[in-house]
């Protein structure tokens, strides 16, 4: 058994979606990053590559390599989890916590789960995303960024 621990925050910007766990959310800005900036599939993609050994996600999709821009982030999840079960490592769980003031994201969070279980090829049930707010502290309390941070276990 081994576990992993993934983090990432992006800024808000106006002209972008915001792409939260593989969802479309409705919001006025999104985030900025050379992908999609889903910082909750990120924040999962390090937490696996850190349990298996492998580095982190700027190592193997490097936000200076054009392919990558624009990519959708459960594209990426994909390919670490193809490395995973090529390594024979088996996803025991992902738990997930996104950290926002604005939107609200109660209502998005089981979809949320279906689309990284799917993605993982894992049940929806070894997968829980939880939101909470900065109580109006700091960049993610004055609505400047979005959060998220990822506990896997792999066996």
Same mark, same amino acid.
């Given at each position: 058994?081994r576990?992993?621990i993934?983090?990432d925050?992006?800024k ?13 959310i !409705?919001?006025?800005?999104g985030l900025?990053?050379?992908s999609d900036?889903?910082v ?6 390090d ?7 492998l580095g ?6 490097p936000?200076?390599? !054009? ?6 982030s459960?594209?990426l999840?994909?390919k670490?989890c193809?490395?995973l079960?090529?390594k024979?490592?088996?996803?025991c769980?992902?738990d ?6 604005k !939107?609200?994201?109660s !209502? ?5 789960e279906?689309?990284i279980?799917?993605t ?11 939101a909470t ?13 979005i959060?998220?941070m990822?506990?896997v276990?792999?066996?």
């Open positions: 058994m576990t992993g993934g983090y925050i992006h808000l910007a106006h002209h972008r979606k915001l792409i939260l766990g593989g969802r479309l !409705p919001f006025e800005k900025l990053g050379h900036a889903d909750v599939v990120h924040a999962v993609c937490a696996l590559l850190g349990a298996a050994g982190d996600i700027g190592m193997h999709f936000d200076t390599d !054009p392919e990558y821009k624009d990519i959708c459960l594209e999840l994909a670490i193809s490395m079960k090529n024979n490592h088996r996803i769980n992902i997930l916590t996104v950290f926002a003031e !939107p609200k994201l !209502p998005y969070k089981a979809e949320m279906v689309n279980a799917h993982a090829d894992i049940d929806k049930e070894l997968v829980n995303v939880k707010t900065a109580e109006g502290l700091g960049v993610i309390g004055s609505g400047e960024g959060a998220a990822c506990i276990l792999i066996d």
